[in-house]
């Protein structure tokens, strides 16, 4: 596609469930990086992808996070047993390879857990 | 690890006023600095990125910003504000692989 594409664009979910949140990348990127954006909060770094890999998972704030990607193109970030705190929305970019390029962002996805 | 500091949460600005938004990093080398604004509820939009050589670098709707090794400072620089550019202003920094955030600037235009 011509941008990077998250879906759900909202999710409401009950507290104690499982999300995932998908995001479709721009075609031919390798660099894959997930973001938390809390109310009136700036951009928390959570994860990147090279290819497959993850090489930096330092930002998932639990094990109830986690997150995968899989042919080097699309990603999920699962968020198991949410809790309030989860709120958020979770941007997902994209970029050519892992450093000195442009990184695309997608338009996020709203999470409420309630 | 690189960080990004954007002292100035809020400012106000008549329209057609000039603005300086600022940023400061930190990290041992040459980064790579860019600039990203977000309108309410929407994704990030990329202004304007250094990666080397001029040091002033031109970005889209009207902004520019000036990378400066020895102040380690990446302003946002636009001689004219309008209506429109009220928006939360992104500041960023990246090494060799993630890209780290600062926390922001809210920009508000009063006519």
């Known amino acids: 596609g011509a941008g990077v594409s998250q879906s759900p664009s909202n999710k409401v979910t009950e507290k104690g469930k499982d999300v995932e949140l998908r995001c479709d990348p721009i075609s031919g990127h390798t660099a894959l990086y997930w973001y938390r954006q809390s109310l009136g909060q700036g951009l928390e770094f959570l994860i990147y992808?090279?290819?497959?890999?993850?090489?930096?998972k330092s930002g998932l704030p639990s094990d109830r996070f986690s997150a995968e990607r899989t042919g080097g193109s699309v990603s999920t970030l699962t968020i198991q047993r949410t809790q309030q705190e989860d709120s958020a929305v979770y941007l997902c970019?994209?970029?050519?390879?892992?450093?000195?390029?442009?990184?695309?962002f997608g338009e996020g996805s709203w999470l409420t857990v309630v | 690890a690189q960080s990004v500091t954007q002292p100035d949460i809020h400012i106000t600005v008549s329209e057609g006023a000039s603005l300086e938004l600022r940023c400061n990093y930190s990290y041992g080398a040459t980064p790579y600095l860019f600039w990203y604004v977000q309108s309410p509820g929407q994704g990030l939009q990329l202004l304007l990125k250094y990666f080397s050589g001029d040091t002033l670098v031109q970005g889209i709707k009207g902004f520019e910003a000036e990378f400066k090794r020895s102040q380690s400072s990446f302003n946002l620089r636009k001689p004219s504000v309008h209506w429109s550019d009220a928006a939360e202003y992104f500041c960023?920094?990246?090494?060799?692989?993630?890209?780290?955030f600062g926390t922001g600037t809210r920009l508000q235009v009063f006519p």
């Open positions: 970019a994209s970029s050519l390879t892992y450093s000195g390029n442009t990184i695309y």
């Open positions: 960023a920094v990246q090494g060799t692989d993630k890209l780290i």
């Open positions: 992808f090279q290819g497959n890999s993850a090489p930096d």
